[in-house]
């Protein structure tokens, strides 16, 4: 450690926000734990670092973020026998190994539970760290609102839908783990948690409880659904501001009705039908669904003075024609963030361009990690839960038996190598979509996934080649390669 605290990394290359990469210094604090003005720094402390550390030329990037990780290292998060002190001991052992990986901070998920289970579970998975982990920022709930024919490996007897709205989001998850973010317990360094519910738009009850959680902090994924553009494009306007692993567990793009891919090109001539017309040719279901709400999310339409609705946006709309070569008009509808596992396996190399290329600013990274995620395991056959075993081949996981994919054993450092090379963009590009993407979609882009003044100190050295070189955790280095 320093003697006065102050740490220069010089030689490196730091990851923009807008994906570029800048060749310049980083000052932090270890003893704080957060990065530093270095000229403020200079001319209030009057003080230089006394630790100086060459890169000799890597990326020095923000901690990777991982928002949808099931387990690893041989601890599922979504099994829980009733004793709390193993589970919190399994929530340690991920934090503390998944550094290795390069992910400073991850959203351990759950999947589509036993009803009396969620409570307990939920509440466990509180904001967590330890001085050398990752952090644990909360808890992603993909399931149980989902729909049965993309249910993919969740249990179709537990499965449920919302028939009073979002007090049967309440009933299952626990009214408590639901309050206001503002209200909801913070982590040991301030930090409020963060929560993620996957669910399907149409299944009933559902879009109308999608405000309300919007309200409370909550962030509202559409995943393991069959919504049409209409229900997916109202989801959106009612507070969804999310995409569950793109492509996957959701209709594929059809070009009279992309459903929920199509809302990475959602067209700025998007007007307001009439909720008559939206779901004329919708399925008695998916109509029933959002019965009472759609009317509202369809006939609003931005005007001088009238507030701005979730999934809304007035800054630069343009509805008109207009002639002006190459500029396409921003639009009143705020497209969501869509998360994509680049593994190779769960979407094609153009599938995932295919994506980037129409909404990069939304793209956001994520491994869907099992637990048997360990970088240094083999293949074979391996436990899962229920009886049921994974079959592992490379970073294919798929159901023993079965050709239905099980989640991935693929790391986020290799999605991003593997995101570079699918899609042509720049390593500092790549990287943006596994740090500044994932923490600005949570609200949390001033603490994590960037390298503003202020921001934890979670950092990853990577090569040129996007290797993974060394972790640190809120200033101190946690992890380095072997030599």
């Not at 919504?227 to 070009?255: K, Y």
């Not at 943006?432 to 960037?450: H, M, Q, S, V, Y």
Request: hydrophobic residues 40%; glycine residues 10%.
């Amino acid at each position: 450690m320093s003697t006065n605290g102050l740490v220069c990394f010089t030689n490196c290359l730091l990851p923009q926000e807008d994906g570029g990469l800048l060749e310049k210094d980083l000052w932090i604090d270890e003893r704080r734990g957060v990065i530093l003005d270095s000229q403020l720094t200079f001319f209030e402390r009057r003080e230089r670092p006394d630790r100086i550390i060459d890169l000799g030329g890597n990326i020095l990037s923000p901690g990777l973020i991982d928002i949808q990780i099931n387990g690893a290292y041989g601890f599922d998060f979504s099994v829980y026998d009733g004793n709390d002190d193993a589970y919190k001991q399994g929530m340690k052992l991920v934090a503390e190994k998944i550094v290795e990986t390069g992910v400073t901070s991850l959203v351990p998920t759950i999947i589509t539970q036993e009803k009396s289970l969620y409570p307990k579970i939920l509440d466990l998975l509180r904001p967590f760290s330890t001085p050398t982990s990752a952090s644990l920022l909360g808890w992603h709930a993909e399931g149980p609102f989902i729909d049965m024919a993309k249910r993919g490996a969740h249990a179709p007897p537990f499965l449920l839908s919302a028939p009073d709205g979002f007090r049967s989001f309440e009933s299952a998850y626990g009214a408590h783990n639901l309050v206001d973010s503002e209200d909801w317990l913070m982590s040991a360094d301030g930090q409020c948690g963060v929560r993620i519910i996957t669910g399907a738009p149409e299944i009933k009850g559902v879009m109308g409880a999608l405000n309300e959680l919007s309200k409370r902090g909550i962030v509202f994924s559409i995943g393991h659904s069959i919504a049409s553009s209409d229900i997916a494009t109202a989801a959106v306007m009612q507070g969804a501001r999310l995409i569950t692993h793109l492509f996957n567990a959701m209709p594929q793009l059809h070009h009279r009705d992309p459903s929920i891919i199509g809302l990475l090109g959602a067209s700025p001539h998007l007007s307001a039908p009439s909720a008559a017309d939206s779901f004329s040719s919708a399925s008695p279901t998916a109509a029933s669904a959002i019965s009472g709400i759609t009317s509202e999310a369809f006939d609003y339409q931005s005007s001088p003075g009238s507030p701005v609705k979730p999934g809304m946006s007035r800054a630069g709309s343009r509805s008109e024609l207009h002639l002006d070569k190459g500029q396409v008009a921003d639009m009143a509808f705020s497209r969501p963030y869509y998360d994509m596992i680049v593994d190779g396996i769960h979407s094609h190399p153009n599938s995932v361009r295919l994506a980037y290329s129409a909404f990069p600013d939304g793209c956001i990274l994520i491994t869907d990690a099992m637990k048997i995620l360990d970088p240094n395991l083999r293949d074979g056959v391996h436990e899962w839960r229920d009886g049921k075993r994974f079959v592992k081949e490379g970073d294919k996981l798929y159901l023993e038996g079965t050709s239905t994919l099980a989640g991935s054993v693929v790391t986020l450092d290799k999605c991003i190598r593997n995101f570079s090379r699918f899609t042509g963009c720049s390593l500092g590009e790549a990287i943006k979509c596994a740090t500044f993407n994932p923490a600005k979609c949570l609200g949390i882009e001033d603490r994590k996934g960037t390298l503003r003044p202020g921001a934890d100190a979670d950092l990853v050295v990577l090569d040129r080649q996007g290797n993974l070189v060394s972790t640190w955790v809120r200033g101190r280095q946690v992890w380095g390669k072997a030599d």
